[in-house]
C-alpha cells in the first residue's frame, strides 16, 4: 500500500464574519489557534455558518496543503502577500502531503484523532470575494488543489507541529485531484449527472450525483 506522512502547519477556527456585497454570514475568515478538540462536527470553536457546503458530519475538518499556496501565488503575484496559510479557509494547514497523493476514503491519524477523507473542496462564491478577485476557485477546480475534507471516525486533541499519517487505503480508491478531474470532464461533456462516477469507494453522497 503506498504511504504518506505529513505535518500539521496550522490549525484554524473562525467565527461568522460578513462577506460580499449583500454583507452575507461566513465562517471563511479564520484565526490561528496551537491546539484544538476535533469532535465528529469539527474543531471545537469553529462555526460553519453555511451548512449546505461547509461543516456536518462528511464536512467536519477541512486540509488545505500548504504548498498548494505556491500554485496561486505564480498564476496571480499581484495577490503573493494575501495568499498566506490559513486565508483560505482551511482548518488545518499541512505539509508534505498534496491532493495528488491522498485518495477519497482514505483513514488518517491526525494527532489524536482518526479521520477519513470525504471529498474535495468545491470552493464557493466566498473565496472569490475573500481575496477580491474572481479567478481564485475557478483555478482551484481546473488545477484540483481545491484541498479535502474528512469525516471524524474517532474525536481527538489536534496540535500544531504533530504529525498526519495514513493508516488504511481503500480498495480501488482514487486520487482526490483525480476526483476533480473526473467531474470537470462530466460537466464539460454536459453529460448527465447520473453519468458523474458513483462508484468511488468512501466519497460522500453529495458528491455521487452532482
Not at 449583500?22 to 455558518?49: H, N, R
Not at 471516525?153 to 480501488?172: A, D, K, M, S
Not at 460537466?187 to 458513483?198: C, H
Amino acid at each position: 500500500m503506498s504511504t504518506y506522512q505529513g505535518t500539521i502547519k496550522g490549525l484554524y477556527i473562525g467565527q461568522p464574519k460578513p462577506i460580499g456585497p449583500d454583507d452575507a454570514p461566513s465562517g471563511i475568515f479564520k484565526e490561528p489557534v496551537d491546539t484544538c478538540l476535533l469532535t465528529k462536527t469539527g474543531l471545537e470553536g469553529d462555526v460553519q455558518v453555511d451548512k449546505r457546503v461547509h461543516g456536518g458530519p462528511e464536512k467536519a475538518l477541512y486540509q488545505f496543503p500548504s504548498e498548494n499556496y505556491a500554485t496561486l501565488r505564480q498564476a496571480l503575484p499581484h495577490l503573493e502577500d494575501s495568499f498566506i496559510s490559513g486565508s483560505i479557509g482551511e482548518n488545518l494547514s499541512s505539509e508534505s502531503v498534496d491532493d495528488t497523493q491522498v485518495h477519497i476514503g482514505d483513514i488518517v491519524k491526525v494527532g489524536g484523532a482518526l479521520v477519513q477523507v470525504s471529498q474535495p473542496r468545491r470552493p464557493c462564491w466566498k473565496v472569490n470575494h475573500k481575496y477580491g478577485n474572481g479567478h481564485i476557485a475557478p483555478l482551484l477546480m481546473s488545477q484540483a488543489i481545491s484541498g479535502w475534507y474528512y469525516r471524524v471516525l474517532e474525536e481527538g486533541e489536534l496540535q500544531v507541529g504533530e504529525t498526519f499519517i495514513l493508516q488504511e487505503r481503500l480498495e480501488n480508491s482514487v486520487a482526490v485531484a483525480e476526483v476533480w478531474k473526473v467531474f470537470l470532464e462530466k460537466l464539460q461533456s454536459r453529460l448527465p449527472p447520473e453519468a458523474f462516477n458513483t462508484n468511488i469507494p468512501g466519497l460522500s453522497t453529495e458528491w455521487r450525483f452532482e
